[in-house]
Protein backbone atom coordinates (compact mmCIF):
# COMPACT_ATOMS: atom_id res chain seq x y z
CA UNK A 1 0.00 0.00 0.00
CA UNK A 2 1.43 3.94 -0.65
CA UNK A 3 2.42 5.47 1.86
CA UNK A 4 1.71 8.71 0.17
CA UNK A 5 -0.59 11.22 2.49
CA UNK A 6 -3.40 10.88 -0.63
CA UNK A 7 -2.83 7.41 -1.40
CA UNK A 8 -6.07 5.97 0.22
CA UNK A 9 -7.14 4.19 -2.68
CA UNK A 10 -3.63 3.36 -4.27
CA UNK A 11 -2.51 -0.27 -3.83
CA UNK A 12 1.23 0.16 -4.89
CA UNK A 13 3.64 2.90 -4.86
CA UNK A 14 4.38 5.17 -7.65
CA UNK A 15 7.17 4.39 -9.91
CA UNK A 16 10.59 6.20 -9.65
CA UNK A 17 10.02 8.37 -12.34
CA UNK A 18 6.69 9.88 -11.66
CA UNK A 19 8.48 10.66 -7.96
CA UNK A 20 11.03 12.69 -9.63
CA UNK A 21 8.50 14.53 -12.35
CA UNK A 22 6.17 15.15 -9.43
CA UNK A 23 7.77 16.50 -6.46
CA UNK A 24 8.16 19.81 -6.09
CA UNK A 25 9.59 20.80 -2.39
CA UNK A 26 13.09 21.23 -4.40
CA UNK A 27 11.78 24.64 -5.14
CA UNK A 28 8.79 25.23 -3.56
CA UNK A 29 10.35 25.20 -0.40
CA UNK A 30 11.08 28.49 -0.77
CA UNK A 31 7.09 29.06 -0.06
CA UNK A 32 7.86 27.92 3.53
CA UNK A 33 6.80 30.81 5.44
CA UNK A 34 3.88 32.26 3.40
CA UNK A 35 2.40 28.07 3.64
CA UNK A 36 2.43 28.53 7.30
CA UNK A 37 1.06 32.20 7.38
CA UNK A 38 -1.68 30.90 5.18
CA UNK A 39 -2.30 28.10 7.26
CA UNK A 40 -2.56 30.60 10.59
CA UNK A 41 -5.19 32.30 9.66
CA UNK A 42 -7.05 29.14 8.46
CA UNK A 43 -6.55 27.35 11.28
CA UNK A 44 -7.76 30.79 13.31
CA UNK A 45 -11.23 30.67 10.91
CA UNK A 46 -11.86 27.04 11.91
CA UNK A 47 -11.69 28.04 15.62
CA UNK A 48 -13.87 30.94 15.28
CA UNK A 49 -16.33 29.20 13.49
CA UNK A 50 -16.09 26.27 15.31
CA UNK A 51 -15.54 24.04 12.79
CA UNK A 52 -13.03 22.33 14.81
CA UNK A 53 -12.47 23.63 18.69
CA UNK A 54 -11.01 26.48 20.46
CA UNK A 55 -8.36 23.90 22.39
CA UNK A 56 -7.35 22.22 18.70
CA UNK A 57 -6.80 25.55 16.92
CA UNK A 58 -4.67 26.95 19.34
CA UNK A 59 -3.00 23.43 19.90
CA UNK A 60 -2.31 23.92 15.77
CA UNK A 61 -1.42 27.29 15.74
CA UNK A 62 1.00 27.01 18.66
CA UNK A 63 2.54 24.14 16.21
CA UNK A 64 2.44 26.27 13.03
CA UNK A 65 4.22 29.19 15.16
CA UNK A 66 7.13 26.47 16.27
CA UNK A 67 7.28 25.64 12.36
CA UNK A 68 7.54 28.85 11.11
CA UNK A 69 10.39 29.20 13.70
CA UNK A 70 12.60 26.12 12.10
CA UNK A 71 12.14 27.80 9.00
CA UNK A 72 13.10 31.47 9.72
CA UNK A 73 15.97 30.18 11.98
CA UNK A 74 17.24 27.68 8.74
CA UNK A 75 16.25 23.98 11.14
CA UNK A 76 13.31 23.04 9.03
CA UNK A 77 13.69 19.57 7.17
CA UNK A 78 12.58 19.04 3.85
CA UNK A 79 12.04 15.71 2.54
CA UNK A 80 11.40 15.18 -0.73
CA UNK A 81 9.57 12.21 0.46
CA UNK A 82 6.46 14.66 0.94
CA UNK A 83 6.50 16.06 -2.66
CA UNK A 84 5.56 19.34 -1.86
CA UNK A 85 5.94 22.67 0.85
CA UNK A 86 1.92 22.10 2.02
CA UNK A 87 3.13 18.34 2.97
CA UNK A 88 6.11 18.80 4.66
CA UNK A 89 4.31 21.66 6.78
CA UNK A 90 1.45 19.64 7.87
CA UNK A 91 4.07 16.59 8.38
CA UNK A 92 5.85 18.46 10.65
CA UNK A 93 3.16 19.97 12.62
CA UNK A 94 2.18 16.02 13.12
CA UNK A 95 5.36 15.71 14.75
CA UNK A 96 5.70 18.60 17.14
CA UNK A 97 1.61 18.33 18.15
CA UNK A 98 0.24 14.36 17.17
CA UNK A 99 -3.30 13.81 15.12
CA UNK A 100 -4.47 16.97 15.94
CA UNK A 101 -2.79 18.51 13.24
CA UNK A 102 -5.00 16.21 10.43
CA UNK A 103 -7.49 18.89 11.32
CA UNK A 104 -5.28 21.83 9.66
CA UNK A 105 -6.97 20.66 6.42
CA UNK A 106 -10.26 20.98 7.03
CA UNK A 107 -12.09 22.94 4.37
CA UNK A 108 -9.07 23.62 2.20
CA UNK A 109 -7.24 22.06 -0.97
CA UNK A 110 -3.56 22.04 -1.47
CA UNK A 111 -4.81 23.70 -5.30
CA UNK A 112 -6.54 26.53 -3.16
CA UNK A 113 -3.47 26.50 -0.54
CA UNK A 114 -1.01 27.05 -3.32
CA UNK A 115 -2.90 29.75 -5.06
CA UNK A 116 -2.95 31.62 -1.85
CA UNK A 117 0.64 30.64 -1.01
CA UNK A 118 2.13 31.98 -4.00
CA UNK A 119 -0.38 35.35 -4.07
CA UNK A 120 1.79 35.90 -0.61
CA UNK A 121 5.04 35.04 -2.15
CA UNK A 122 4.64 37.34 -5.17
CA UNK A 123 3.15 40.24 -3.45
CA UNK A 124 5.86 40.49 -0.89
CA UNK A 125 8.66 40.18 -4.44
CA UNK A 126 6.64 43.19 -5.82
CA UNK A 127 6.86 45.39 -2.22
CA UNK A 128 10.55 44.53 -2.47
CA UNK A 129 11.34 45.29 -6.36
CA UNK A 130 9.17 48.73 -5.82
CA UNK A 131 11.73 49.53 -2.87
CA UNK A 132 14.52 48.31 -5.06
CA UNK A 133 13.33 50.46 -7.98
CA UNK A 134 12.99 53.65 -5.94
CA UNK A 135 16.90 53.05 -5.20
CA UNK A 136 17.52 53.21 -8.64
CA UNK A 137 15.74 56.35 -9.38
CA UNK A 138 17.40 57.90 -6.59
CA UNK A 139 20.75 57.14 -8.45
CA UNK A 140 19.71 58.36 -11.48
CA UNK A 141 18.28 61.44 -10.57
CA UNK A 142 21.21 61.95 -8.42
CA UNK A 143 22.91 61.43 -11.51
CA UNK A 144 21.16 63.26 -13.24
CA UNK A 145 21.27 66.75 -11.20
CA UNK A 146 24.87 66.20 -10.87
CA UNK A 147 25.21 65.98 -15.23
CA UNK A 148 22.44 68.74 -15.40
CA UNK A 149 24.93 70.87 -17.77
CA UNK A 150 27.03 67.92 -19.28
CA UNK A 151 26.61 68.04 -22.96
CA UNK A 152 26.28 64.95 -24.63
CA UNK A 153 25.21 63.70 -28.21
CA UNK A 154 21.88 62.67 -28.54
CA UNK A 155 21.12 60.08 -30.60
CA UNK A 156 18.56 58.23 -33.18
CA UNK A 157 19.40 55.31 -35.70
CA UNK A 158 22.51 55.64 -33.50
CA UNK A 159 23.30 58.62 -35.58
CA UNK A 160 24.01 61.82 -34.09
CA UNK A 161 20.82 63.81 -33.60
CA UNK A 162 21.01 66.97 -31.40
CA UNK A 163 22.78 67.48 -28.56
CA UNK A 164 21.14 66.74 -25.36
CA UNK A 165 22.22 66.71 -21.60
CA UNK A 166 23.45 63.36 -19.59
CA UNK A 167 21.18 64.53 -17.20
CA UNK A 168 18.10 65.16 -19.44
CA UNK A 169 19.32 61.12 -20.59
CA UNK A 170 19.23 59.64 -16.64
CA UNK A 171 15.93 61.18 -16.36
CA UNK A 172 14.50 59.27 -19.15
CA UNK A 173 15.32 55.86 -17.33
CA UNK A 174 13.82 57.30 -14.16
CA UNK A 175 10.62 58.29 -15.90
CA UNK A 176 10.37 54.42 -17.72
CA UNK A 177 11.63 52.83 -13.81
CA UNK A 178 8.21 54.75 -12.74
CA UNK A 179 6.17 53.59 -15.30
CA UNK A 180 7.63 50.10 -13.78
CA UNK A 181 7.08 50.33 -10.80
CA UNK A 182 3.46 51.69 -11.53
CA UNK A 183 3.00 48.49 -14.01
CA UNK A 184 4.29 46.47 -10.63
CA UNK A 185 1.67 48.56 -8.23
CA UNK A 186 -1.19 47.66 -10.79
CA UNK A 187 -0.47 44.18 -10.39
CA UNK A 188 -0.54 43.97 -6.93
CA UNK A 189 -3.54 45.54 -6.36
CA UNK A 190 -5.55 43.13 -8.63
CA UNK A 191 -3.68 40.21 -7.01
CA UNK A 192 -4.87 41.24 -3.60
CA UNK A 193 -7.98 39.22 -3.49
CA UNK A 194 -8.03 35.92 -1.26
CA UNK A 195 -8.24 32.39 -2.93
CA UNK A 196 -8.43 30.05 0.54
CA UNK A 197 -11.72 28.66 1.01
CA UNK A 198 -12.34 27.98 -2.79
CA UNK A 199 -10.72 24.59 -1.94
CA UNK A 200 -10.20 21.70 -4.50
CA UNK A 201 -12.05 23.75 -7.50
CA UNK A 202 -16.27 24.21 -6.06
CA UNK A 203 -15.64 25.24 -2.90
CA UNK A 204 -17.10 23.80 0.74
CA UNK A 205 -19.78 22.37 2.48
CA UNK A 206 -18.08 23.75 5.90
CA UNK A 207 -19.57 27.07 7.09
CA UNK A 208 -16.24 29.34 6.80
CA UNK A 209 -15.58 32.66 6.75
CA UNK A 210 -13.20 33.65 3.80
CA UNK A 211 -13.34 36.87 4.46
CA UNK A 212 -12.27 36.67 8.10
CA UNK A 213 -9.06 34.82 6.47
CA UNK A 214 -8.52 37.54 3.36
CA UNK A 215 -8.23 40.20 6.16
CA UNK A 216 -6.26 38.06 8.00
CA UNK A 217 -3.67 37.76 5.18
CA UNK A 218 -3.87 41.21 4.20
CA UNK A 219 -5.94 40.65 1.01
CA UNK A 220 -8.77 43.09 -0.03
CA UNK A 221 -11.37 40.51 -0.32
CA UNK A 222 -12.23 36.83 -1.20
CA UNK A 223 -11.90 35.66 -4.82
CA UNK A 224 -15.26 35.66 -6.16
CA UNK A 225 -15.63 32.53 -8.33
CA UNK A 226 -14.12 28.99 -6.72
CA UNK A 227 -13.19 27.58 -10.41
CA UNK A 228 -10.97 30.89 -11.05
CA UNK A 229 -9.43 31.04 -7.61
CA UNK A 230 -7.98 27.73 -8.43
CA UNK A 231 -6.99 27.67 -12.09
CA UNK A 232 -5.98 32.04 -12.12
CA UNK A 233 -2.37 32.17 -12.59
CA UNK A 234 -3.16 35.69 -13.98
CA UNK A 235 -1.02 37.33 -10.60
CA UNK A 236 1.84 35.77 -12.08
CA UNK A 237 1.60 36.47 -15.91
CA UNK A 238 0.76 40.29 -14.97
CA UNK A 239 4.22 40.69 -12.81
CA UNK A 240 6.43 38.16 -14.99
CA UNK A 241 5.07 41.11 -17.87
CA UNK A 242 5.63 43.79 -15.78
CA UNK A 243 9.32 42.52 -14.92
CA UNK A 244 10.27 41.90 -18.65
CA UNK A 245 9.23 45.33 -19.38
CA UNK A 246 11.51 46.92 -16.60
CA UNK A 247 14.17 43.73 -17.45
CA UNK A 248 13.84 45.18 -21.19
CA UNK A 249 14.32 48.75 -19.83
CA UNK A 250 17.66 48.00 -17.99
CA UNK A 251 18.84 45.65 -20.63
CA UNK A 252 18.92 48.97 -22.46
CA UNK A 253 20.80 51.51 -20.21
CA UNK A 254 23.06 48.73 -19.96
CA UNK A 255 23.75 48.60 -23.52
CA UNK A 256 24.34 52.06 -23.43
CA UNK A 257 26.76 51.48 -20.76
CA UNK A 258 28.45 49.20 -23.10
CA UNK A 259 28.81 51.48 -25.98
CA UNK A 260 29.59 54.46 -23.48
CA UNK A 261 32.81 52.83 -21.51
CA UNK A 262 34.35 51.98 -25.16
CA UNK A 263 37.22 54.21 -26.52
CA UNK A 264 35.50 54.85 -29.49
CA UNK A 265 33.17 56.57 -27.06
CA UNK A 266 34.80 57.13 -23.93
CA UNK A 267 31.87 59.01 -22.06
CA UNK A 268 32.17 57.14 -18.90
CA UNK A 269 34.31 54.53 -17.34
CA UNK A 270 33.41 51.93 -14.30
CA UNK A 271 35.70 51.20 -11.69
CA UNK A 272 37.29 47.50 -10.44
CA UNK A 273 33.90 47.26 -9.14
CA UNK A 274 32.10 46.87 -11.58
CA UNK A 275 34.54 45.43 -14.70
CA UNK A 276 36.42 42.29 -15.14
CA UNK A 277 40.16 41.93 -16.89
CA UNK A 278 40.56 39.57 -20.11
CA UNK A 279 42.82 36.15 -19.78
CA UNK A 280 45.13 37.04 -22.76
CA UNK A 281 45.01 40.56 -23.03
CA UNK A 282 46.43 42.42 -20.43
CA UNK A 283 45.11 46.00 -21.40
CA UNK A 284 41.37 45.29 -20.84
CA UNK A 285 38.41 46.48 -18.56
CA UNK A 286 35.48 44.25 -19.73
CA UNK A 287 32.02 45.82 -18.36
CA UNK A 288 30.75 42.77 -17.55
CA UNK A 289 28.15 43.74 -15.03
CA UNK A 290 26.66 45.49 -17.90
CA UNK A 291 26.92 43.06 -20.30
CA UNK A 292 25.17 40.49 -17.89
CA UNK A 293 22.55 42.75 -16.93
CA UNK A 294 21.62 43.38 -20.82
CA UNK A 295 22.12 39.32 -20.83
CA UNK A 296 19.94 37.97 -18.03
CA UNK A 297 17.44 40.48 -19.52
CA UNK A 298 16.43 36.94 -21.53
CA UNK A 299 15.51 34.83 -18.60
CA UNK A 300 13.02 37.53 -17.18
CA UNK A 301 11.08 37.72 -20.88
CA UNK A 302 11.61 33.71 -20.84
CA UNK A 303 10.24 33.11 -17.83
CA UNK A 304 6.92 35.15 -19.00
CA UNK A 305 6.63 33.20 -22.15
CA UNK A 306 7.22 29.62 -20.94
CA UNK A 307 4.03 30.48 -18.26
CA UNK A 308 2.02 31.81 -21.39
CA UNK A 309 3.10 28.32 -23.32
CA UNK A 310 1.85 26.25 -19.65
CA UNK A 311 -1.43 27.82 -19.41
CA UNK A 312 -2.36 28.84 -22.79
CA UNK A 313 -4.53 25.45 -23.18
CA UNK A 314 -5.10 24.41 -20.07
CA UNK A 315 -9.11 23.78 -19.09
CA UNK A 316 -10.89 24.78 -16.00
CA UNK A 317 -9.64 23.66 -12.72
CA UNK A 318 -6.35 22.98 -11.61
CA UNK A 319 -3.84 20.95 -13.38
CA UNK A 320 -0.59 19.88 -12.60
CA UNK A 321 0.93 21.70 -15.22
CA UNK A 322 0.65 24.88 -13.16
CA UNK A 323 3.27 23.48 -10.80
CA UNK A 324 5.59 24.87 -13.97
CA UNK A 325 4.51 27.91 -12.56
CA UNK A 326 7.32 28.44 -10.01
CA UNK A 327 11.12 27.87 -11.07
CA UNK A 328 10.23 30.20 -13.67
CA UNK A 329 8.90 32.92 -11.14
CA UNK A 330 11.45 32.35 -9.35
CA UNK A 331 14.75 32.77 -11.57
CA UNK A 332 12.86 35.41 -12.87
CA UNK A 333 12.32 37.88 -10.13
CA UNK A 334 15.68 36.89 -8.33
CA UNK A 335 17.16 37.58 -11.73
CA UNK A 336 15.43 41.22 -11.92
CA UNK A 337 16.19 41.89 -8.47
CA UNK A 338 19.90 41.37 -9.39
CA UNK A 339 19.85 43.26 -12.51
CA UNK A 340 18.26 46.40 -10.61
CA UNK A 341 21.41 46.15 -8.43
CA UNK A 342 23.77 46.36 -10.15
CA UNK A 343 22.71 49.06 -12.68
CA UNK A 344 22.48 51.09 -9.69
CA UNK A 345 25.88 50.10 -8.55
CA UNK A 346 27.06 51.28 -12.00
CA UNK A 347 25.34 54.13 -11.96
CA UNK A 348 26.72 55.49 -8.82
CA UNK A 349 30.00 54.70 -9.55
CA UNK A 350 30.55 55.74 -13.49
CA UNK A 351 33.18 58.89 -14.15
CA UNK A 352 31.94 61.31 -16.53
CA UNK A 353 34.28 62.68 -19.35
CA UNK A 354 32.31 66.14 -19.65
CA UNK A 355 34.89 67.01 -22.31
CA UNK A 356 34.77 64.05 -25.25
CA UNK A 357 31.13 64.03 -24.72
CA UNK A 358 30.55 67.63 -25.30
CA UNK A 359 33.62 67.56 -28.82
CA UNK A 360 31.03 64.26 -29.59
CA UNK A 361 27.88 66.37 -29.41
CA UNK A 362 29.10 68.70 -32.27
CA UNK A 363 29.95 66.07 -34.55
CA UNK A 364 27.28 65.15 -37.48
CA UNK A 365 26.17 68.69 -37.73
CA UNK A 366 23.97 67.77 -34.74
CA UNK A 367 22.78 71.80 -34.55
CA UNK A 368 21.80 71.66 -38.06
CA UNK A 369 17.49 71.51 -36.28
CA UNK A 370 18.69 74.70 -34.27
CA UNK A 371 19.43 76.65 -37.69
CA UNK A 372 16.32 75.36 -39.20
CA UNK A 373 14.77 76.45 -36.49
CA UNK A 374 16.57 80.06 -36.24
CA UNK A 375 15.20 80.51 -39.97
CA UNK A 376 12.05 80.29 -39.44
CA UNK A 377 12.06 82.39 -36.15
CA UNK A 378 14.22 84.93 -37.36
CA UNK A 379 13.61 85.06 -41.33
CA UNK A 380 10.25 83.82 -41.60
CA UNK A 381 10.92 81.27 -43.39
CA UNK A 382 8.20 77.70 -43.83
CA UNK A 383 9.52 74.90 -42.11
CA UNK A 384 9.84 72.89 -44.53
CA UNK A 385 11.93 75.19 -46.51
CA UNK A 386 14.08 75.99 -43.95
CA UNK A 387 15.45 72.23 -43.42
CA UNK A 388 16.08 72.62 -47.46
CA UNK A 389 17.94 75.89 -46.61
CA UNK A 390 19.98 74.42 -44.00
CA UNK A 391 20.54 71.10 -45.86
CA UNK A 392 22.35 73.28 -48.12
CA UNK A 393 24.31 74.88 -45.71
CA UNK A 394 25.32 71.40 -43.73
CA UNK A 395 26.39 70.18 -47.78
CA UNK A 396 29.05 73.16 -47.53
CA UNK A 397 29.94 72.66 -44.41
CA UNK A 398 31.13 68.94 -45.41
CA UNK A 399 32.53 70.00 -48.34
CA UNK A 400 34.73 72.44 -46.69
CA UNK A 401 35.01 69.57 -43.41
CA UNK A 402 34.31 72.05 -40.88
CA UNK A 403 31.45 72.16 -38.53
CA UNK A 404 28.57 74.83 -38.55
CA UNK A 405 29.73 77.22 -36.10
CA UNK A 406 33.20 76.80 -38.03
CA UNK A 407 30.91 78.50 -41.72
CA UNK A 408 31.37 82.06 -42.40
CA UNK A 409 28.72 84.17 -42.31
CA UNK A 410 29.20 85.12 -46.28
CA UNK A 411 29.46 81.25 -47.00
CA UNK A 412 26.24 80.94 -45.42
CA UNK A 413 24.92 83.78 -47.00
CA UNK A 414 25.84 81.86 -50.44
CA UNK A 415 23.11 79.73 -49.75
CA UNK A 416 20.19 82.10 -47.92
CA UNK A 417 21.28 85.82 -48.42
CA UNK A 418 19.14 86.78 -45.78
CA UNK A 419 20.77 85.21 -42.83
CA UNK A 420 22.31 87.49 -40.34
CA UNK A 421 25.36 87.62 -37.42
CA UNK A 422 22.73 86.37 -34.89
CA UNK A 423 22.48 83.21 -36.25
CA UNK A 424 26.02 82.88 -34.35
CA UNK A 425 23.98 82.98 -31.03
CA UNK A 426 22.32 78.95 -31.73
CA UNK A 427 25.24 77.05 -33.55
CA UNK A 428 27.00 75.95 -30.56
CA UNK A 429 26.25 72.81 -28.48
CA UNK A 430 25.84 74.72 -25.17
CA UNK A 431 23.44 77.33 -26.78
CA UNK A 432 21.49 74.47 -27.96
CA UNK A 433 20.96 72.54 -25.44
CA UNK A 434 20.42 75.79 -23.57
CA UNK A 435 17.61 76.40 -26.12
CA UNK A 436 15.26 73.16 -25.32
CA UNK A 437 13.35 75.06 -22.47
CA UNK A 438 10.06 73.87 -23.66
CA UNK A 439 8.49 70.94 -20.87
CA UNK A 440 10.58 68.16 -20.92
CA UNK A 441 13.17 69.68 -22.83
CA UNK A 442 16.90 68.97 -21.82
CA UNK A 443 17.84 72.96 -21.12
CA UNK A 444 20.01 72.29 -18.06
CA UNK A 445 17.49 74.30 -15.98
CA UNK A 446 14.26 71.99 -16.96
CA UNK A 447 16.53 69.01 -15.85
CA UNK A 448 18.06 70.51 -12.58
CA UNK A 449 14.20 71.23 -11.88
CA UNK A 450 13.09 67.59 -12.91
CA UNK A 451 15.78 65.87 -10.97
CA UNK A 452 14.97 67.92 -8.33
CA UNK A 453 11.07 66.88 -8.26
CA UNK A 454 11.90 63.37 -8.52
CA UNK A 455 14.13 63.26 -5.60
CA UNK A 456 11.63 65.43 -3.43
CA UNK A 457 9.21 62.47 -4.55
CA UNK A 458 11.80 59.42 -3.87
CA UNK A 459 12.93 60.91 -0.81
CA UNK A 460 10.35 58.96 1.53
CA UNK A 461 10.21 55.96 -0.86
Request: aromatic share 6%.
Amino acid sequence: MTSKIWGGRFKSATDAVLEAINVSIDFDKRLGLQDVRGSLAHVAMLGETGIVSRDDAAKIADGLERVKAEIENERFHFSRALEDIHMNVESRLAELIGPTAGRLHTARSRNDQVATDFRLYIRDQIDALDVELADLQLALATRAREEAASVMPGFTHLQSAQPVTLGHHLLAYVEMIARDRGRLRDARARLNECPLGAAALAGTSFPIDRAMTARALGFDRPTANSLDSVSDRDFVLETLSAAAICATHLSRFAEEIVLWTTPQFGFIALSDKFTTGSSIMPQKRNPDAAELARGKSGRVIGALVALLVVMKGLPLAYSKDMQEDKEGAFDALDTLSLCIAAIAGMVRDMRVDRARMKVAAGVGYATATDLADWLVRALSLPFREAHHVTGRIVALAEARGVGLEDLTLEEMRSVEPRINADVCDVLGVEKSVQSRRSFGGTAPDNVRAAAQVWLDRLKDK
